[in-house]
């Protein structure tokens, strides 16, 4: 009699994982909300984070799926 567990044979995956088409929609739509957030903080908050305005407007502006690819794992 075989069991489930002696049938089945190791693998070893070479390959990095990559999250399916709804994990990358929800990525994307958290990415735009957080480029809203940045957006809306003022110049006082901006500062004390490091960042100008115009490099704020900068981030808010680019497109949904434009992120670092170490983001997309």
Known sequence: MTTLSSARRETTCTTA????????????????????????????????????????RSEARRPIWDVPHYWLR
């Open 17 to 56: 994982h990559r999250p399916g088409p709804l994990a990358r929609v929800r990525s994307m739509l958290a990415v735009r909300a957080q480029r809203r957030a940045l957006a809306r903080l003022d110049d006082r908050t901006l500062r004390d984070i490091g960042l100008t305005r115009d490099a704020a």
